[in-house]
């Protein structure tokens, strides 16, 4: 098994790369999801905006149970790596 991030600074690095792949995912569901103008624009429709500012303006334990589960799915991914961080052991 891979040795887990020995530094602040490794670890730091490791879950940027996580957080990167998170947002490519994220990005190319939006941009799927979106409809691509003339110009090259991308027109989100209005349903999903609707339920994206209901999310934002919603604290976490407030959500309904399938988008806190969808929370904890992308949690997930950071997990492993800082258990490791902080125990040396592999998750």
Same mark, same amino acid.
């Given at each position: %098994?891979? *040795?887990?991030?020995?530094? !602040?600074?490794? =670890?730091?690095?490791? =879950?940027?790369? !996580?957080?990167?792949?998170?947002? *490519?995912?994220?990005?190319?569901? %939006?941009?799927?999801?979106?409809?691509?103008?003339?110009?090259?624009?991308?027109? !989100?429709?209005? *349903? =999903?905006?609707?339920?994206? $500012?209901?999310? !934002?303006?919603?604290?976490?334990?407030?959500?309904?149970?399938?988008?806190? $589960?969808?929370?904890?799915?992308?949690? %997930?991914?950071?997990?492993? =790596?800082?258990?490791?961080?902080?125990?040396?052991?592999?998750?």
């Amino acid at each position: %098994m891979a *040795a887990g991030p020995t530094s !602040i600074d490794e =670890l730091v690095e490791e =879950l940027a790369a !996580i957080e990167h792949e998170r947002w *490519a995912h994220w990005q190319q569901y %939006m941009h799927s999801e979106a409809e691509r103008q003339p110009d090259g624009s991308l027109l !989100i429709p209005a *349903a =999903l905006v609707e339920r994206w $500012e209901r999310q !934002i303006k919603t604290d976490y334990d407030q959500l309904p149970e399938d988008e806190r $589960e969808s929370d904890r799915e992308q949690v %997930m991914k950071y997990l492993p =790596l800082v258990q490791k961080f902080f125990t040396g052991e592999p998750s």
